[in-house]
């Protein structure tokens, strides 16, 4: 095909038709649960095989390439599929993503942004006053919530370390404290920035995965000792494996006697702020440094779209000071409206659009009903597992993230770890259900997350029976 042909206006439309009558047809079946895999588990080789035969043909059909993508993908709208903590994307945002990546602006720049930018300052300022920050707050959007938290930290660096790190490197041997039980991207990020092992003071938790935050001060004192010197503590809220959110008001307080920098990881829990039945979870959120949100976990957003939001924007402008005299002709001002001179990227996704078109279909008014539904519904999901005595719950959750394990008449607590990763692998085999595991002080457990809506009780209900039947038949 010729290269103008390519870019054809009428074959585009034809074949944008065609797709979203695919996905439609995708959608209902998975939401009405015609479709009954939620997951079309196949090997890593046997992916492979299939996709390198399809490769091999060369050019082809394009719409049966969309057919086997969907058929073969997981299927995150299924009110099964309950495993990582992935949103499954409000139709109208997907939609919008269509619309921003043809567009393409690239962001960087003013100019390349002209739609995106002020909608990132608006969906900014939307958050900061969220969280409860003043005028004095704002932030921006970047790819992933590991990515923000390394920003993040790159600026509490720029603040708190006793030397300019970014003009002459490390001097000292820089330190942060966060529970054992964040995210591993914090522990990424700080190596990345040279903290080494070291660096990364681990807190330890109590018996709901909570830092100990009366231990922070025995920790904070040894660090020094040791000649660390500590500029941040990160809160996490909540923590991916249990959901369990730090105690933020005691990590606060400890960050303004020290006078250090106070991070909250938010990625999945910070959306508890749209909620006014849950958002005294997140109490003290309102005194950290930095905050970050992913709007692709609770709020609905197709990934990546995450929020790193500052309470002195002044801050934000610190982390990357840099001279990219093509880019950008005024280099030390602090224009929010310049994209790159605060993220990572150079080129970013159009991001803010698709957040901003839930927000103009629907209101805010549906971000809080969603957390709102989906933390009920892990409510009633505990209540479920209380009342069946073949099941065990790891902790009394306090997010949507519910850890569960199988007993049934075993009574060999040696035996539960291998009953349970057994039962796991035979539900992702089987696909009709897509849960995931984790494994927290040594015991393993069964785990979901629940992120669609449109999961109801009773979905619930039947993978408790389908896990007793596997587990009769294995043990
Ligand atoms: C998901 C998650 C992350 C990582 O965010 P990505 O957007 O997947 O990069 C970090 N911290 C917590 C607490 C999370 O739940």
Same mark, same amino acid.
Not at 390 to 406: D, G, K, T, W
């Given at each position: ?203 330890? /938790?109590?018996?709901? #995965? ?10 904070? =004192? @040894? +660090? &020094? ?80 779209? /995450?929020?790193?939001? #500052? ?10 000071? =840099? @001279? +990219? &005299? ?150």
């Amino acid at each position: 095909m010729p290269l103008q042909q390519a870019y054809s206006a009428a074959i585009f439309r034809q074949q944008a038709h065609t797709l979203v009558d695919m996905l439609a047809d995708y959608l209902e079946a998975a939401q009405s649960q015609a479709l009954q895999t939620v997951i079309p588990y196949r090997t890593p080789e046997e992916n492979l095989v299939f996709w390198q035969q399809d490769f091999n043909q060369g050019v082809g059909d394009v719409n049966s390439f969309f057919d086997e993508v969907i058929r073969q993908s997981t299927h995150i709208h299924h009110p099964r599929y309950m495993g990582h903590q992935v949103s499954p994307p409000l139709p109208i945002s997907a939609l919008t993503g269509l619309l921003a990546e043809l567009l393409n602006n690239g962001m960087a720049v003013y100019e390349m942004g002209l739609v995106s930018n002020p909608l990132e300052r608006i969906l900014s300022d939307l958050l900061a006053q969220k969280i409860g920050f003043d005028s004095s707050s704002g932030g921006f959007l970047t790819s992933g919530g590991t990515l923000a938290n390394l920003t993040a930290l790159l600026a509490a660096r720029a603040v708190k370390a006793p030397t300019d790190v970014w003009e002459q490197g490390t001097s000292q041997h820089l330190a942060v404290m966060v529970s054992e039980e964040a995210h591993y991207c914090i522990d990424r990020a700080a190596r990345i920035m040279g903290m080494g092992s070291k660096g990364i003071i681990k807190v330890p /938790t109590n018996d709901r #995965f909570q830092m100990r935050t009366e231990c922070l001060e025995e920790y904070y =004192q @040894k +660090a &020094q000792l040791e000649g660390l010197t500590v500029i941040a503590v990160i809160g996490s809220a909540c923590s991916t494996s249990t959901g369990a959110y730090d105690n933020l008001l005691a990590i606060a307080e400890f960050c303004r006697q020290h006078k250090l920098w106070f991070h909250i990881d938010g990625a999945h829990g910070g959306a508890v702020a749209f909620s006014k039945k849950y958002k005294s979870l997140v109490n003290g959120i309102e005194s950290a440094d930095s905050v970050v949100i992913d709007w692709h976990k609770m709020l609905m957003t197709p990934a990546l779209a /995450t929020a790193l939001i #500052f309470k002195n924007e002044k801050d934000a402008f610190k982390t990357f000071h =840099q @001279k +990219a &005299q093509y880019l950008w002709a005024n280099q030390g001002s602090e224009e929010w409206y310049n994209s790159g001179k605060r993220t990572f990227e150079c080129t970013k996704l159009m991001m803010s659009v698709k957040i901003y078109a839930i927000l103009k279909s629907y209101g805010e008014r549906i971000l809080e009903e969603n957390v709102d539904t989906l933390h009920d519904l892990a409510k009633a999901f505990v209540d479920l597992l209380k009342a069946n005595p073949l099941f065990e719950l790891a902790i009394e959750p306090q997010s949507n993230i519910v850890c569960f394990r199988y007993i049934g008449q075993e009574t060999n607590p040696e035996r539960y770890n291998t009953i349970n990763a057994t039962i796991r692998q035979r539900l992702l085999e089987d696909g009709a259900f897509y849960v995931v595991q984790t494994t927290l002080r040594d015991k393993l457990y069964l785990r979901v997350s629940l992120m669609n809506p449109l999961t109801t009780i009773n979905d619930l209900k039947t993978l408790l029976t389908t896990i007793d039947t596997i587990a009769q038949e294995i043990m």
